[in-house]
């Protein structure tokens, strides 16, 4: 089993930053793909970031040049640094980890989170 344990959320004006980070425990393995996602109320959980295994990094449009996931892995942590944030990045953002080429599918992922909520103001 593998828990992951997201932090760094909070209230932020617009334009500002945070960096979330998700810990994880367990029978973890740098094998895995991770990723972030969020949903805001009344919408579908959504793909933000990802960072497979070889390091190579994944972003939806609308984060692209504002957010950078990395990951530690002799932490067992990913990160998220949020830049330029916007009202719209509202939302609760979980961490998840999977063994999964389609990045972008939340289907895909084994071990989620429980979230942390973002708040941006405007």
């Known amino acids: 089993q593998v828990q992951l344990v997201e932090s760094g959320g909070g209230l932020v004006q617009a334009g500002g930053s945070l960096r979330l980070s998700c810990a994880a425990s367990?029978?973890?393995?740098?094998?895995?793909?991770m990723g972030w996602f969020r949903q805001a109320p009344g919408r579908e959980r959504e793909f933000v970031a990802a960072?497979?295994?070889?390091?190579?990094?994944y972003y939806t449009d609308s984060v692209k040049g504002r957010f950078t996931i990395s990951r530690d892995n002799a932490k067992n942590t990913v990160y998220l640094q949020m830049n330029s944030l916007k009202p719209e990045d509202t939302a609760v953002y979980y961490c998840?980890?999977?063994?999964?080429?389609?990045?972008?599918?939340?289907?895909?992922?084994?071990?989620w989170g429980k979230g942390t909520q973002v708040t941006v103001s405007s």
């Open positions: 998840a980890m999977g063994l999964t080429v389609f990045v972008r599918d939340t289907r895909t992922y084994i071990y």
């Open positions: 367990g029978r973890t393995s740098s094998m895995y793909t």
């Open positions: 960072i497979a295994s070889s390091g190579n990094t």
